[in-house]
């Protein structure tokens, strides 16, 4: 499907009596009440417990009797594929998106799996440095075009300390961006993450995309950006 022709199929899905071709059978799946949806990032190091913020945040959701749709990147399997997994061992599933997949087209796919009188209330994305310029594009436009909320979780920067594509386009952007903060070992403010080898050296060197558990949280002195870009040795 053409993401410029989905506007078009969700008017068509959607009951709107001024659209000619709507579906009378289906009511409006847009929120009601004039509010803006709205695109959240929240950012910090590894191990802040973004996961478990997202976890929870579903979790309310859920507790009120609404419904959430939860993406995570295809290429983060360290717990199974389509697993949203934290630190603390919280668990929900996921659906996992590949490279240059739409999240639009596939929120649409799944709001027409519902019941005539059921809407999706909030969408969740783990992971979302991982996402590319249109997959965020795309999380745009499902709080524009259909008013659902998304919330999105996320690294700032790699282990290089350059900006992950999909952290870059939220920051220009969310609506709202929030910080999640967490200390280092040493009890600094952490905002970098540090790879470390065998050893627990940190390196700087390898593939950006390097999933795995041997990151961890430190300060921007301690992960020294100078070496880190190449600038000194």
Same mark, same amino acid.
């Given at each position: 499907m053409h993401w410029g022709s989905l506007a078009q199929l969700v008017e068509q899905w959607t009951f709107n009596p001024s659209v000619r071709g709507s579906n009378p059978r289906r009511?409006?799946?847009? !929120?009601?009440? @004039?509010?803006?949806?709205?695109?959240?990032?929240?950012?910090? &190091?590894?191990?802040a417990g973004k996961t478990a913020y997202l976890i929870h945040a579903d979790h309310a959701y859920h507790l009120r009797g609404l419904r959430t749709l939860r993406f995570t &990147?295809?290429?983060d399997d360290r717990f199974g594929v389509g697993k949203i997994r934290s630190r603390v061992g919280?668990?929900?599933?996921?659906?996992?998106?590949?490279? @240059?997949?739409?999240?639009?087209? !596939?929120?649409?796919?799944?709001?027409?799996?519902l019941p005539a009188d059921s809407k999706i209330d909030c969408i969740f994305v783990d992971?979302?440095?991982?996402?590319?310029?249109?997959?965020?594009?795309?999380?745009?436009?499902?709080?524009?075009?259909?008013?659902? &909320?998304?919330?999105?979780? @996320?690294?700032?920067?790699?282990?290089k300390g350059s900006p992950f594509e999909g952290s870059s386009y939220l920051f220009a952007w969310a609506d709202h961006i929030q910080e999640i903060k967490t200390v280092s070992a040493t009890g600094e403010t952490a905002t970098m993450n540090a790879r470390l080898?065998?050893?627990?050296?940190?390196?700087?060197?390898?593939?950006?995309?390097?999933?795995?558990?041997?990151?961890? &949280?430190?300060? !921007?002195k301690t992960f020294n950006l100078p070496k880190a870009q190449g600038v000194v040795s």
């Open positions: 009511p409006n799946l847009r !929120r009601i009440g @004039g509010l803006m949806a709205k695109l959240h990032f929240f950012y910090a &190091p590894v191990n &990147p295809l290429c919280l668990e929900i599933e996921a659906i996992a998106l590949a490279s @240059g997949a739409c999240p639009l087209e !596939r929120t649409v796919a799944e709001m027409l799996k992971e979302a440095q991982f996402l590319d310029r249109l997959q965020i594009i795309s999380l745009c436009r499902i709080c524009d075009e259909l008013e659902i &909320p998304v919330m999105a979780y @996320g690294l700032r920067s790699d282990f080898d065998a050893n627990k050296q940190q390196v700087y060197e390898g593939a950006v995309v390097d999933i795995g558990l041997h990151y961890e &949280p430190v300060s !921007r």
